[in-house]
């Protein structure tokens, strides 16, 4: 291994290192959140219910992947994100495509820091896709939850009890909240009491706040008593007032998010037209191990740039 073949592979390990740490530090900011809301619904005995429910149920043989927090995590967030897969099998098919991918340009290139960075580039790729996938799906839950409190205040003045309102909206609401409803239903006809099962759609639905907002509302009324319409009907208030601020704030970062796609797409799309146009022209680039560092270093530096600007123009309400 050559001197820049080794400076490069440092590089990739080290730009790896930092998305690992911004991985786990906001993650972190989610678990810190997660743990507020069951000391404040004074809950924690349904947390192991429902992260360690399913081996408890086959007699409590655990698989590997259920055996550590990161990896019961990257489940919830595959859940959150729409796929409800096995974490053990995503994580195969990751393993056979960056293998994959790593064999495949090495065999081509002569240089496994080629197929290491491309497979950097596949793990940054599909990071950005589940995460992409889960906020526009709990985004649809947060635009749906104002729709399905009015439905449910609506059954609670008709006189239904609480349970009955939840299966009425459960099957009125599409997806994605009128599953997760549905789910929180099936449990308590299952034997479940109420109050566990809308803890545990919080604790799979942990960064929609606003139905944490209204989980933590019916828990307390349970618990204390109270007008739960008047409370669901403010929350519904907050809620419209809420989204009308957060329209009005993407309507004025419109420009910047914008201007950041262009910027963010610019080098991808004169690099093209440069290989179209004359391919030989790049091709240093690709052949030398000096090449080959510059595009490490250049492609690390435009992911860390579309990162942040994706942070600066994203609405944080």
């Given amino acids: 291994?050559?001197?820049?073949?080794?400076?490069?592979?440092?590089?990739?390990?080290?730009?790896?290192?930092?998305?690992?740490?911004?991985?786990?530090?906001?993650?972190?900011?989610?678990?810190?959140?997660?743990?507020?809301?069951?000391?404040?619904?004074?809950?924690?005995?349904?947390?192991?219910?429902?992260?360690?429910?399913?081996?408890?149920?086959?007699?409590?043989?655990r698989s590997w992947t259920d055996r550590w927090s990161k990896l019961r995590r990257l489940g919830v967030v595959l859940a959150q994100a729409g796929w409800n897969v096995n974490v053990g099998r995503f994580l195969a098919v990751m393993g056979a495509i960056l293998g994959v991918t790593m064999v495949a340009v090495t065999l081509v290139t002569g240089n496994p820091v080629s197929g290491l960075a491309l497979d950097m580039v596949v793990v940054v790729v599909a990071y950005m896709v589940i995460t992409t996938r889960r906020r526009k799906r709990l985004n649809e839950i947060d635009e749906q939850l104002p729709q399905a409190l009015e439905l449910m205040v609506f059954g609670l003045r008709a006189g239904h009890p609480l349970e009955g309102a939840l299966r009425f909206v459960s099957h009125e609401l599409p997806d994605p909240l009128g599953g997760e409803l549905r789910r929180c239903h099936e449990e308590y006809e299952l034997g479940r009491p109420l109050e566990a099962a809308l803890i545990s759609m919080s604790l799979r639905l942990d960064a929609c706040r606003a139905l944490r907002t209204f989980v933590e509302a019916v828990v307390v009324l349970k618990q204390t008593g109270g007008n739960l319409v008047e409370v669901m009907e403010r929350i519904v208030s907050t809620l419209r007032a809420q989204a009308a601020y957060e329209?009005?704030?993407?309507?004025?970062?419109?420009?910047?998010?914008?201007?950041?796609?262009?910027?963010?797409?610019?080098?991808?799309?004169?690099?093209?037209?440069?290989?179209?146009?004359?391919?030989?022209?790049?091709?240093?680039?690709?052949?030398?191990?000096?090449?080959?560092?510059?595009?490490?270093?250049?492609?690390?530096?435009?992911m860390a740039g579309i990162a942040w600007l994706m942070r600066l123009v994203r609405p944080a309400v």
Avoid at 249 to 271: C, F, K, N
Avoid at 295 to 301: G, H, N, R, T, Y
């Fill in 1 to 61: 291994m050559t001197e820049f073949q080794a400076i490069g592979l440092f590089l990739g390990l080290a730009f790896f290192c930092v998305v690992q740490g911004l991985f786990l530090l906001t993650r972190g900011r989610h678990r810190q959140r997660r743990d507020r809301l069951l000391e404040l619904l004074r809950a924690r005995e349904f947390q192991g219910d429902w992260i360690d429910g399913d081996w408890r149920a086959t007699g409590g043989n």
């Fill in 247 to 302: 329209a009005r704030y993407r309507a004025l970062t419109a420009e910047g998010r914008t201007s950041g796609l262009i910027l963010g797409s610019l080098p991808l799309l004169i690099l093209t037209a440069v290989l179209v146009v004359q391919p030989g022209y790049l091709g240093s680039l690709f052949k030398s191990g000096t090449g080959r560092v510059v595009l490490i270093i250049a492609s690390s530096l435009w």
